[in-house]
């Protein structure tokens, strides 16, 4: 008896393996994915610009004004940057500058590296201030912005010419199953839709595009309520973990998924705490996982102390 409608999933011609630089951009599903990829210790550049929800954010996080063009305010006691999500805000201005003057590096040196750039979208719904899409209202007046919704014509428009000016990079595009209820739900399907289409036409105009259905795993195969959150609206653990295996299944080689069994288990290790710490065994333990990481850097030099 088969209990869930299963989303069919072609393998893709183009793989990723250890030897690929990724860059993962978006909504927190972003976060959550490439936190997956960390623990396998892929070469990753997760979020420099902090978590980002529309295409339009996403994009200009991609092609920065220079930092004298910033747009930075100050409200509830924090200096923010317009384009950068909450976790930059700080305080100090100066410090708030360097902070952005560091993502702007970071992402400079990510998209110039990169084979591979994963980009999920969270909604078509933008808010602009004083004619620019903001990536962060940073808990503003609403009367300060233009809420809108972006067009399919709009998102093509606008990220066609980024992806045609780097026939180098691979793109593999989702849209976050994650719902926006603030929105309303009828109106989080319309959103959605839009991406999904947005996403089609870019597919179909590039054959460096590729478009992996999370979305659709964690509606049809997932539509029970215990693959939620305490929310109830974010992905829980375990259904993180099975659209995680989905993409596996898709992108990676059977040689690339038995590197990354043998580099998981060495992040586990690494992350195993002994209740007691200072016996013999958990020393030994603690030396045989030292060991084992010099000896995998001579394959993986990037594996960090």
């Given at each position: 008896?088969?209990?869930?409608?299963?989303?069919?999933?072609?393998?893709?011609?183009?793989?990723?393996?250890?030897?690929?630089?990724?860059?993962?951009?978006?909504?927190?599903?972003?976060?959550?994915?490439g936190?997956?990829?960390?623990?396998?210790?892929?070469?990753?550049?997760?979020?420099?610009?902090?978590?980002?929800?529309?295409?339009?954010?996403?994009?200009?996080?991609?092609?920065?004004?220079?930092?004298?063009?910033?747009?930075?305010?100050?409200?509830?006691?924090?200096?923010?940057s317009?384009?950068?999500?909450?976790?930059?805000?700080?305080?100090?201005?100066?410090?708030?500058?360097?902070?952005?003057?560091?993502?702007?590096?970071?992402?400079?040196?990510?998209?110039?590296?990169?084979?591979?750039?994963?980009?999920?979208?969270?909604?078509?719904?933008?808010?602009?201030?004083?004619?620019?899409?903001?990536?962060?209202?940073?808990?503003?007046?609403?009367?300060?912005?233009?809420?809108?919704?972006?067009?399919?014509?709009?998102?093509?428009?606008?990220?066609?010419?980024?992806?045609?000016?780097?026939?180098?990079?691979?793109?593999?595009?989702?849209?976050?199953?994650?719902?926006?209820?603030?929105?309303?739900l009828?109106?989080?399907?319309?959103?959605?839709?839009?991406?999904?289409?947005?996403v089609?036409?870019?597919?179909?105009?590039?054959?460096?595009?590729?478009?992996?259905?999370?979305?659709?795993?964690?509606?049809?195969?997932?539509?029970?309520?215990?693959?939620?959150?305490?929310?109830?609206?974010?992905?829980?653990?375990?259904?993180?973990?099975?659209?995680?295996?989905?993409?596996?299944?898709?992108?990676?080689?059977?040689?690339?998924?038995?590197?990354?069994?043998?580099?998981?288990?060495?992040?586990?290790?690494?992350?195993?705490?002994?209740?007691?710490?200072?016996?013999?065994?958990?020393?030994?333990?603690?030396?045989?996982?030292?060991?084992?990481?010099?000896?995998?850097?001579?394959q993986?030099p990037?594996?960090?102390?």
């Open positions: 008896m088969d209990l869930l409608t299963k989303v069919n999933i072609k393998p893709s011609p183009k793989k990723i393996g250890y030897q690929d630089k990724i860059l993962l951009l978006g909504s927190c599903f972003a976060d959550n994915i936190e997956k990829f960390s623990e396998y210790y892929f070469q990753t550049t997760i979020n420099p610009f902090g978590t980002l929800y529309n295409p339009a954010s996403i994009l200009n996080s991609l092609s920065p004004v220079a930092p004298q063009q910033w747009p930075i305010i100050f409200h509830n006691g924090l200096w923010h317009m384009m950068h999500h909450g976790s930059c805000s700080h305080p100090d201005k100066n410090k708030l500058v360097h902070r952005c003057e560091e993502s702007m590096t970071t992402m400079r040196n990510a998209l110039q590296e990169a084979s591979t750039i994963i980009v999920t979208l969270g909604t078509s719904w933008v808010y602009e201030k004083e004619g620019m899409v903001v990536a962060n209202c940073h808990k503003l007046p609403a009367k300060e912005f233009v809420r809108r919704r972006m067009t399919v014509e709009e998102i093509l428009q606008t990220w066609q010419p980024l992806i045609e000016q780097m026939p180098d990079k691979y793109w593999i595009f989702t849209v976050s199953p994650i719902r926006h209820i603030k929105d309303g009828h109106e989080n399907q319309i959103s959605k839709a839009i991406l999904l289409q947005a089609d036409g870019l597919v179909s105009k590039n054959t460096t595009v590729s478009y992996f259905p999370s979305y659709e795993i964690m509606l049809d195969e997932l539509r029970d309520y215990r693959f939620y959150a305490e929310d109830m609206l974010h992905p829980s653990a375990m259904a993180v973990e099975y659209i995680w295996q989905r993409f596996v299944d898709t992108y990676m080689t059977d040689d690339t998924q038995n590197e990354m069994r043998i580099l998981h288990q060495l992040w586990r290790d690494r992350h195993h705490r002994f209740l007691h710490p200072d016996i013999e065994e958990a020393m030994a333990f603690a030396q045989r996982t030292e060991n084992r990481l010099q000896s995998l850097k001579k993986y990037w594996l960090e102390e």
